[in-house]
């Protein structure tokens, strides 16, 4: 019953979320609203920052988690400043070789267990941050062969095939699933779950396909056959996102990354994000 009661609970926050997001996507192309995406992706990072750090806390070690939500902040500024205000796409990895030395000098004065501080401290901007903010670059491509892409429809791709993993997976493995997918990790996590998430993620891709052809064209260059692997990329990278925040929350003895209503944590709700956003935004910058 317990059970039941959660799983409506974050249904009913997941589709007023869904319903935020749908319209923030819709109305990007205004210069408030997508400075306030911006804004919304910033803080997703900041937050799933500071819930990697209460992991590496609870593993006795104590990072600058407050730095770390600094740089994660900044390294969304900095890769959204560099599609929206300038030319400069080399400023994100100027921000993370920024970020790289402040962590290095603020263990400068006590060099005590320093070395695997600043390893987990830099890793948790890269892991969380450098994947959300790239989210925006889906959002605002560059142009195919002269045709300008509709990135608003590019990042419902990202977000719907991926979300549909997660739940083609948690629904059927709940119903039919009976051989565990990795014991150690996430006992729930069912063989018949992931191929079902899988067949999800591709059949979804191929119709998003469809009506993002239908309705854009050339605006939204994306063929049959590359929906196909591109979607199977995604029901492989989303499922092993989920996973890995899943290896991180065994090690830290966490069972959920957050006590967000409804949601656990940020963390929980873009895990599988983290892997799929920068195999669209490749796809997308290399067509």
């Given at each position: 019953?317990?059970?039941?009661?959660?799983?409506?609970?974050?249904?009913?926050?997941?589709?007023?979320?869904?319903?935020?997001?749908?319209?923030?996507?819709?109305?990007?192309?205004?210069?408030?609203?997508?400075?306030?995406?911006?804004?919304?992706?910033a803080t997703l990072a900041g937050v799933g920052v500071w819930e990697y750090?209460?992991?590496?806390?609870?593993?006795?070690?104590?990072?600058?988690?407050?730095?770390?939500?600094?740089?994660?902040?900044?390294?969304?500024?900095?890769?959204?400043?560099?599609?929206?205000?300038?030319?400069?796409?080399?400023?994100?990895?100027?921000?993370?070789?920024?970020?790289?030395?402040?962590?290095?000098?603020?263990?400068?004065?006590?060099?005590?267990?320093?070395?695997?501080?600043?390893?987990?401290?830099?890793?948790?901007?890269?892991?969380?941050?450098?994947?959300?903010?790239l989210m925006l670059g889906v959002l605002y491509p560059t142009d195919y062969?002269?045709?300008?892409?509709?990135?608003?429809?590019?990042?419902?791709?990202?977000?719907?095939?991926?979300?549909?993993?997660?739940?083609?997976?948690?629904?059927?493995?709940?119903?039919?699933?009976?051989?565990?997918?990795?014991?150690?990790?996430?006992?729930?996590?069912?063989?018949?779950?992931?191929?079902?998430?899988?067949?999800?993620?591709?059949?979804?891709?191929?119709?998003?396909?469809?009506?993002?052809?239908?309705?854009?064209?050339?605006?939204?260059?994306?063929?049959?056959?590359?929906?196909?692997?591109?979607?199977?990329?995604?029901?492989?990278?989303?499922?092993?996102?989920?996973?890995?925040?899943?290896?991180?929350?065994?090690?830290?003895?966490?069972?959920?990354?957050?006590?967000?209503?409804?949601?656990?944590?940020?963390?929980?709700?873009?895990?599988?994000?983290?892997?799929?956003?920068?195999?669209?935004?490749?796809f997308i910058r290399m067509h």
């Open positions: 019953m317990t059970q039941m009661a959660d799983l409506n609970r974050r249904l009913v926050v997941s589709v007023i979320l869904g319903a935020i997001v749908s319209l923030l996507i819709a109305f990007s192309t205004s210069p408030f609203v997508s400075l306030l995406l911006m804004l919304c992706v750090a209460q992991f590496v806390i609870n593993k006795g070690i104590h990072p600058s988690a407050r730095w770390m939500v600094v740089a994660a902040i900044a390294e969304v500024g900095a890769l959204y400043a560099s599609l929206v205000f300038v030319d400069f796409p080399q400023l994100p990895i100027l921000v993370l070789f920024a970020t790289m030395i402040l962590f290095f000098l603020l263990h400068f004065r006590d060099p005590f267990a320093a070395l695997y501080t600043t390893a987990v401290e830099f890793f948790g901007v890269a892991y969380v941050a450098a994947p959300l903010a062969h002269g045709f300008a892409q509709e990135g608003r429809w590019w990042l419902v791709y990202l977000i719907v095939v991926t979300k549909i993993t997660d739940v083609g997976a948690y629904f059927v493995g709940r119903l039919w699933g009976r051989t565990q997918l990795s014991p150690t990790l996430s006992p729930k996590k069912t063989v018949e779950g992931a191929v079902a998430g899988f067949i999800c993620a591709v059949i979804g891709s191929v119709c998003i396909q469809s009506s993002g052809h239908l309705f854009f064209g050339e605006h939204f260059s994306l063929s049959v056959i590359e929906a196909l692997w591109l979607g199977m990329l995604i029901g492989v990278f989303g499922q092993i996102g989920d996973l890995a925040e899943s290896l991180l929350k065994r090690d830290a003895v966490v069972k959920d990354s957050n006590t967000l209503p409804g949601l656990g944590g940020v963390l929980d709700m873009v895990d599988s994000l983290l892997f799929t956003t920068p195999i669209v935004y490749f």
